[in-house]
């Protein structure tokens, strides 16, 4: 029921070209952006764990490939950071560059 009263006021603020409408995308746009941050944060944190684990367990099991596993590990690390930045922009994008307002 709170879903359908806060699109509902999405709708409204689409639809009306005041001031009003403007306040509602703003704050839609806030709401969207810390909400899709957090996300892509905790994403990105569960999977560089994920990568780090699988390293120091492959490098518990054979030594000698360390290198080659640490390597491995920080590009997957760089893409997996990566995704978090996209995320930022478009949060950036959707605060200060928004084509709704």
């Known amino acids: 029921m709170r879903?359908?009263?806060v699109l509902c006021l999405g709708m409204?603020?689409?639809?009306?070209g005041t001031e009003m409408g403007a306040d509602v995308i703003k704050s839609y746009s806030v709401a969207g952006a810390v909400i899709g941050l957090g996300?892509?944060?905790l994403g990105g944190a569960i999977g560089m764990g994920?990568?780090?684990a699988a390293t120091i367990s492959g490098t518990a099991r054979n030594p000698g490939i360390s290198g080659k596993l640490l390597g491995t590990m920080f590009i997957a690390l760089a893409l997996i950071e990566a995704q978090v930045i996209?995320?930022?922009v478009l949060a950036l994008i959707a605060l200060y560059?928004?084509?709704?307002?």
């Open 12 to 16: 409204i603020g689409f639809a009306f």
């Open 3 to 5: 879903l359908l009263v």
């Open 39 to 41: 996300i892509a944060a």
């Open 86 to 88: 996209y995320t930022l």
């Open 97 to 101: 560059a928004n084509p709704f307002i």
């Open 50 to 52: 994920h990568a780090a």
